[in-house]
């Protein structure tokens, strides 16, 4: 066989792999180190999306992983990385979430933004705004398809960096609570999670401006009324079923709202 041609079975092989993991909730084994590169990992995601879409899935936004502190810390990484959001992993806000297809989901409070014009170009963060139709209290259910939910930086983004499902609240146009507002994560009642807005890169607008850099370098264009994920404000909480989990936004006249849902 050709060099070409192991090459991209490499990539084949890794996404359909990881694809798979995914699409029937079992768990993966790590890959062995340096299996892959950065670029290559890129590649496996992109290659492991096409699976999705290939079964009827539709793209509705990007995600920013470990754009804060508390992320990096949690998981042994320190690089931002970006994955791509499919219709498939939205949950209903206020509704029962099955965890029977999840490995070992775990929970993290975010924001999220949809846009109103298409994003192919760097954004600075004055201009960031006239980009977005709303923004709304959120969180992300991760679910690695590694075992033990252990991984390097390489292998967590060919695996479209453990995304898995995402609950969004009420839409408004309150950007101006984004800055350093309260977060509060709470399962049954009980807060497991607090921190600020702040800690997502010092403001989550900034997510916006990150995302338009990576769309635009990696010659992508994010639609109208696409989905963009900030990034988990806090380390991430395992689910169980029977749990209530909230997520608080700020507090008082400047609070962006709450979002909430259930387990079984
Ligand atoms: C990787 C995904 C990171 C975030 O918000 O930082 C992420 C993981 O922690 O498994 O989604
Ligand atoms: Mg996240």
Redesign the pocket.
């Known amino acids: 066989m050709n060099k070409i041609g192991t090459y991209h079975d490499k990539i084949a092989q890794a996404a359909k792999l990881l694809d798979d993991g995914a699409h029937k909730a079992t768990e993966v084994e790590q890959f062995p180190a340096g299996h892959f590169n950065l670029t290559e990992a890129y590649e496996i995601q992109r290659a492991s999306i096409a699976h999705r879409i290939e079964r009827g899935e539709k793209m509705v936004g990007i ?6 502190r508390a ?2 810390i ?2 042994g ?1 320190d690089s931002l ?1 970006w ?1 791509l959001l499919t219709d498939q992993m939205l949950e209903e806000e206020s509704a029962v979430v099955n965890l029977k297809r999840y490995i070992h989901p ?1 929970v ?1 409070p ?1 924001v999220c933004f949809v846009t109103k014009k298409t994003i192919d170009d760097p954004l600075t963060a004055l201009e960031a705004v006239d980009y977005l139709e709303a923004v709304a209290p959120a969180m ?1 259910i ?3 398809r590694y075992r033990n ?1 252990k ?1 390097t930086l390489e292998d ?1 983004v060919a ?1 479209n ?3 898995a499902g995402l609950v969004v609240g009420a839409w408004s146009r309150k950007f101006d609570a984004l800055t350093n507002a309260g977060v509060r994560m709470q399962v049954n009642g009980r807060n497991v999670q607090v921190g600020s807005t702040a800690a997502i890169l010092g403001h989550p607008l900034r997510s916006v401006v990150q995302a338009s850099r990576l769309l635009h370098g990696a010659n992508m264009s994010l639609p109208a009324g696409s989905l963009i ?4 404000a806090t380390a ?1 909480e395992a689910l169980a079923p029977g749990m209530s989990v909230e997520c608080h936004i700020g507090s008082g006249d400047t609070s962006l709202g709450s979002v909430m849902f259930h387990t079984a």
């Open positions: 995600k920013l992983g470990f754009t804060s992320k990096m949690q998981m990484v990385i994955g775990r993290e975010e992300e991760i679910d690695s939910f991984f967590v695996d960096c453990s995304s994920m900030a990034g988990g991430a």
